[in-house]
């Protein structure tokens, strides 16, 4: 039983440059959610799908970041002209429904370092 | 917005002894969702117990119970007979029905068993 993957587990980018993180969800969930944490804080949530739709996108950081989850399984976080504040780590987790009973397992993170 | 405020940064506890990690919350909701995740060293995080806020009984997962007091606001964590495999960052996090289900996390607090 595989968990939630998520890939590269590291990236260093330069200020500037855009950068793709992936999620591999557990396969049958249909929720996924992308969260991050910076240092010393707890995972702040960003965004998440139902299937292929994205149903909650306002509290993406600004507009330089996007996510998509083209066919319900893998997603993908885009940031765009990444700053040094972008530095965290990026979460995943995925769940079978939304719901307070339906456990949202987390994947190891993609940990982004922007010089 | 909902805030979660966990107080205590850095906590140990010798091995077979009890601990208890605090967490305070800040709502208008009535109904909620409160739970308490594990981040142990360089892994992946987990559920360990969770509780609604219309159940007047505590919530207990074997070593873990916890101690909700919902007129103040209060949902601490209890460990009984700490194991080395205990340390790890322990986030308290709020969820809300209609908010997609996402988590609301504290800052967390690192528990460092010792033996």
């Known amino acids: 039983d595989t968990g939630v993957s998520q890939d590269p587990r590291h990236k260093i980018t330069k200020r500037g440059q855009n950068v793709t993180f992936r999620c591999d969800p557990i396969s049958e969930h249909n929720r996924l959610y992308w969260y991050r944490q910076t240092l010393g804080q707890g995972p702040e949530f960003l965004t998440y799908?139902?299937?292929?739709?994205?149903?909650?996108k306002s509290r993406l950081l600004s507009d330089r970041f996007s996510a998509e989850r083209p066919k319900g399984s893998f997603s993908t976080l885009e940031i765009q002209r990444t700053e040094q504040g972008d530095s965290a780590m990026y979460l995943c987790a995925s769940s079978f429904g939304g719901g307070p009973y339906n456990e949202q397992f987390f994947g190891p993170g993609t940990r982004l370092t922007v010089l | 917005a909902q805030t979660v405020t966990q107080s205590q940064p850095e906590m140990s506890v010798q091995e077979a002894e009890t601990v208890t990690l605090s967490c305070t919350y800040d709502?208008?909701?009535?109904?909620?969702?409160l739970f308490w995740y594990k981040q142990p060293p360089s892994r992946q995080m987990i559920l360990v117990i969770r509780q609604e806020a219309y159940k007047q009984q505590n919530a207990t997962e074997n070593r873990f119970s916890v101690n909700f007091q919902k007129a103040a606001k209060s949902f601490s964590l209890k460990i009984s007979d700490s194991q080395l495999g205990d340390t790890a960052m322990y986030f308290c996090a709020f969820m809300k029905p209609n908010s997609g289900y996402a988590l609301n996390f504290g800052k967390g607090t690192s528990l460092l068993v010792t033996p």
């Open positions: 799908f139902q299937n292929e739709a994205q149903l909650e």
């Open positions: 709502t208008s909701e009535s109904n909620y969702y």
